[in-house]
């Protein structure tokens, strides 16, 4: 890969692990400089130097996506050190998984504030360099769960939510030649769910053979395959795929 100026610069949120950091160097080997955001700018490091040992350019940038301060701050980091950002890969998440009659307001608030006020801030920020560029592409990490799922009233309408933001974004900036879609993954083998294995007192080994059986292809998905749709609709290929949801999940059924 060459250090040339007119490399283009992508910024996965989330970056640091899970999905956002194959997302991360699947695009760095498709060609772009990578902004890999995450929370704490120590947890990017893995993913920055996987990039950077492969040949590639990456920054790691310590930023909550939820605080308005930290996303102005840290795209115009990314735009001075790495160049103006035109691809936004809107990855970062969390769970606060409860039944709605145990759920907290807390619970609630949190999952909205980085699925949703996080996407918003993020692409409002990046948007102007894309439309200065006149060109952008925009994937946003949706889920099944956006279809409906037991003790998730907040993830499902995050993600459901993002899937309305995304068409959204699809006809605002799609004069400016920037395309927006979203991902929405069934089960990946990432952190996120070792986290709810916990909760549901079983090993990870045991809930992803649960899992396996329950999926058409049967094997788990994993993050890779997600960066693999999102390297597509990043692509220059990708130019007339605008506003749509591709749902990830080895099989038709969430
Ligand atoms: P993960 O392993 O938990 O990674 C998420 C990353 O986001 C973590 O590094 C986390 O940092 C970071 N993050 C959390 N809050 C943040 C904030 N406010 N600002 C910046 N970074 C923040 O999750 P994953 O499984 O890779 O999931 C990635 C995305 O795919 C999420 O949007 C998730 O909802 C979606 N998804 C995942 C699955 C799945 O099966 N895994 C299925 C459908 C959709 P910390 O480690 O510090 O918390």
């Not at 610069?9 to 080997?29: D, E, F």
């Not at 990017?44 to 996987?50: H, L």
């Not at 001075?80 to 890969?89: E, Q, Y």
Request: with cysteine.
């Amino acid at each position: 890969m060459t250090d040339s100026p007119t490399q283009r610069v992508a910024i996965v949120t989330g970056g640091a692990r899970g999905i956002g950091a194959a997302v991360s160097t699947q695009l760095a080997v498709d060609g772009y400089a990578v902004a890999v955001i995450d929370l704490r700018e120590e947890d990017t490091a893995g993913t920055v130097a996987a990039i950077v040992d492969a040949g590639g350019r990456a920054l790691g940038v310590g930023a909550d996506v939820s605080n308005a301060d930290d996303v102005t701050r840290a795209v115009a980091q990314v735009a001075d050190d790495l160049g103006a950002p035109t691809v936004l890969v809107n990855n970062a998440g969390i769970l606060r998984d409860n039944l709605l009659f145990k759920m907290t307001e807390g619970d609630w608030d949190a999952v909205m504030a980085v699925h949703l006020r996080g996407a918003f801030l993020m692409t409002r920020e990046v948007q102007k360099h894309q439309v200065a560029a006149k060109w952008g592409r925009i994937v946003n990490l949706s889920s099944t769960s956006a279809l409906g799922n037991r003790g998730q009233a907040n993830y499902a309408a995050a993600k459901a939510g993002l899937q309305g933001f995304t068409k959204t974004l699809a006809i605002e900036l799609g004069p400016f030649g920037v395309t927006a879609n979203a991902i929405a993954p069934g089960f990946i083998a990432t952190d996120m769910l070792r986290a709810t294995a916990e909760r549901m007192g079983i090993t990870f080994e045991q809930f992803l053979e649960g899992a396996k059986n329950e999926i058409a292809v049967r094997r788990v998905g994993q993050p890779a395959d997600i960066a693999a749709a999102a390297s597509f609709f990043c692509s220059e290929a990708a130019s007339f795929v605008s506003g749509q949801v591709l749902y990830v999940a080895g099989g038709p059924k969430a």
